[in-house]
C-alpha cells in the first residue's frame, strides 16, 4: 500500500505531466504561428522588392528591421548602408524638416498619432532636392503583441512641382527667390560633380585594396617565379594608393569652393583637430558613409568607423547630437 508521501508525490508527477503536456502543446501552436508570420513576412517583403515606393519596418525601438530595395531609386543609397548606419535616415531629410520628421515617429512609435501621413523633403546622394509623402501604420502578431510600425515613403516631387510653391508673390520676391534657386542649383551641382568623383575614386580603391588582400593571401602557395609578379602586381597597387587620384590640396581647393570658408571655421573652433581629421570632417559634411571615407583615405570601414569616433570626441560633441547635421550647420 502506498504511503501518503507517495500518493503526494505520484499527484506532483501527474500535475508536472499536465504541465509539460501543455507547455508542448503551446510550444506547437507559438512554432506554426512564427511560421505563418515567416511566410507572411516573405510575402510582404516579395511585394515590396518590386514597389516603386520604399518600404521599411520599424522596431518600437525605432531601429530598422528590413528596408525594401526601392530606397536607392530614391535616394541613391542601398539598403545595406541605412542598415549599417542608423544616421543616414536622419542625414538625408532636408534640415527644416528634421524636427517635424523626429516628431512624427516620436508620435507613431509612441501611437500618439495614428494612421496620419507627412510631406517632407529629403536630399539625394547627389543633393538632388526630393518631396516625399510618408505614411506608416502599425504591426501586431496574433496574440497582440506590438512590433513597430511598417511605413512606406513615395516621391511626390512631380506632383508639387505641378501644384506650385509660388502664390500671392510680387515681382521682386519672385525675382528674388530665382536669383537663390540658382544660386542655389549651381552649389548643388558643383556638390554633385564633387560628390561623385569622390564616390568613384573611393570604389576605386575599395577595389583594389579587396585585390591586394587576395593577392597577399595566395601568394605563398605559388611557384617562386609567379610569387615575383604578383610582387610587382602588388607595389604598383601600393604605388597608386599612396598617389592618391584625389589630391588632398586638390580636394580642399575644390571643396572651398563650394563651401567657402568651412575649412577656417572648422580650424578656429577646433584647433585640436589635424589637417586629416578636417578633411575626414568635410567628407562627412558631404553627407559620405563610412564606407566610401575609408576608400578615400585608404583603410578599412571599422577604422573608419573609430575615426569618427575619435572626431566626436576631439569636438565634444553629445551623444544625441549628429556629427553629420553639426558639420552640415557649421
Same mark, same amino acid.
Given at each position: 500500500?502506498?504511503?501518503?508521501?507517495?500518493?503526494?508525490?505520484?499527484?506532483? *508527477?501527474?500535475?508536472?505531466?499536465?504541465?509539460?503536456?501543455?507547455?508542448?502543446?503551446?510550444?506547437?501552436?507559438?512554432?506554426?504561428?512564427?511560421?505563418?508570420?515567416?511566410?507572411?513576412?516573405?510575402?510582404?517583403?516579395?511585394?515590396?522588392?518590386?514597389?516603386?515606393?520604399?518600404?521599411?519596418?520599424?522596431?518600437?525601438?525605432?531601429?530598422?528591421?528590413?528596408?525594401?530595395?526601392?530606397? %536607392?531609386?530614391?535616394?541613391?543609397?542601398?539598403?545595406?548602408?541605412?542598415?549599417?548606419?542608423?544616421?543616414?535616415?536622419?542625414?538625408?531629410?532636408?534640415?527644416?524638416?528634421?524636427?517635424?520628421?523626429?516628431?512624427?515617429?516620436?508620435?507613431?512609435?509612441?501611437?500618439?498619432?495614428?494612421?496620419?501621413?507627412?510631406?517632407?523633403?529629403?536630399?539625394?546622394?547627389?543633393?538632388?532636392?526630393?518631396?516625399?509623402?510618408?505614411?506608416?501604420?502599425?504591426?501586431?502578431?496574433?496574440?497582440?503583441?506590438?512590433?513597430?510600425?511598417?511605413?512606406?515613403?513615395?516621391?511626390?516631387?512631380?506632383?508639387?512641382?505641378?501644384?506650385?510653391?509660388?502664390?500671392?508673390?510680387?515681382?521682386?520676391?519672385?525675382?528674388?527667390?530665382?536669383?537663390?534657386?540658382? %544660386?542655389?542649383?549651381?552649389?548643388?551641382?558643383?556638390?554633385?560633380?564633387?560628390?561623385?568623383?569622390?564616390?568613384?575614386?573611393?570604389?576605386?580603391?575599395?577595389?583594389?585594396? %579587396?585585390?591586394?588582400?587576395?593577392?597577399?593571401?595566395?601568394?605563398?602557395?605559388?611557384?617562386?617565379?609567379?610569387?615575383?609578379?604578383?610582387?610587382?602586381? #602588388?607595389?604598383?597597387?601600393?604605388?597608386?594608393?599612396?598617389?592618391?587620384?584625389?589630391?588632398?590640396?586638390?580636394?580642399?581647393?575644390?571643396?572651398?569652393?563650394?563651401?567657402?570658408?568651412?575649412?577656417?571655421? #572648422?580650424?578656429?573652433?577646433?584647433?585640436?583637430?589635424?589637417?586629416?581629421?578636417?578633411? *575626414?570632417?568635410? %567628407?562627412?559634411?558631404?553627407?559620405?558613409?563610412?564606407?566610401?571615407?575609408?576608400? #578615400?583615405?585608404?583603410?578599412?570601414?571599422?577604422?573608419?568607423?573609430?575615426?569618427? *569616433?575619435?572626431?566626436?570626441?576631439?569636438?565634444?560633441?553629445?551623444?544625441?547630437?549628429?556629427?553629420?547635421?553639426?558639420?552640415?550647420?557649421?
Amino acid at each position: 500500500m502506498l504511503s501518503q508521501s507517495d500518493h503526494s508525490i505520484q499527484d506532483r *508527477i501527474q500535475g508536472l505531466e499536465k504541465q509539460i503536456s501543455e507547455l508542448k502543446g503551446e510550444n506547437i501552436l507559438l512554432q506554426q504561428e512564427k511560421l505563418d508570420l515567416c511566410m507572411e513576412k516573405d510575402k510582404y517583403q516579395l511585394i515590396s522588392d518590386f514597389s516603386n515606393d520604399w518600404d521599411f519596418w520599424l522596431n518600437p525601438g525605432g531601429d530598422f528591421n528590413w528596408i525594401s530595395p526601392s530606397c %536607392y531609386d530614391l535616394t541613391g543609397f542601398s539598403a545595406e548602408e541605412f542598415l549599417n548606419d542608423p544616421d543616414l535616415f536622419n542625414n538625408i531629410i532636408y534640415p527644416e524638416d528634421k524636427i517635424s520628421i523626429q516628431q512624427y515617429f516620436k508620435n507613431v512609435l509612441n501611437f500618439s498619432t495614428i494612421s496620419q501621413g507627412i510631406e517632407f523633403r529629403i536630399l539625394t546622394r547627389t543633393k538632388q532636392l526630393r518631396w516625399c509623402e510618408l505614411n506608416s501604420k502599425g504591426m501586431f502578431d496574433r496574440i497582440g503583441s506590438y512590433l513597430g510600425q511598417r511605413c512606406s515613403i513615395r516621391d511626390i516631387t512631380r506632383l508639387m512641382t505641378a501644384l506650385g510653391q509660388i502664390s500671392e508673390m510680387s515681382d521682386k520676391q519672385i525675382w528674388e527667390m530665382k536669383i537663390k534657386n540658382k %544660386y542655389r542649383d549651381e552649389l548643388a551641382g558643383k556638390d554633385r560633380e564633387l560628390i561623385g568623383s569622390l564616390i568613384e575614386i573611393a570604389r576605386k580603391n575599395e577595389i583594389l585594396l %579587396y585585390i591586394k588582400k587576395n593577392l597577399t593571401l595566395i601568394s605563398n602557395s605559388l611557384p617562386p617565379s609567379t610569387q615575383t609578379k604578383l610582387s610587382e602586381m #602588388l607595389s604598383k597597387i601600393n604605388e597608386h594608393l599612396r598617389r592618391q587620384s584625389f589630391n588632398p590640396d586638390d580636394f580642399k581647393l575644390h571643396f572651398e569652393k563650394v563651401h567657402p570658408g568651412f575649412f577656417v571655421r #572648422l580650424k578656429g573652433k577646433f584647433p585640436v583637430l589635424t589637417p586629416k581629421d578636417q578633411r *575626414i570632417c568635410a %567628407y562627412i559634411r558631404l553627407g559620405l558613409s563610412t564606407k566610401e571615407i575609408a576608400g #578615400l583615405i585608404n583603410i578599412t570601414p571599422d577604422s573608419a568607423e573609430i575615426k569618427r *569616433i575619435r572626431l566626436r570626441k576631439k569636438i565634444g560633441l553629445e551623444k544625441q547630437v549628429n556629427l553629420t547635421s553639426f558639420l552640415q550647420q557649421l
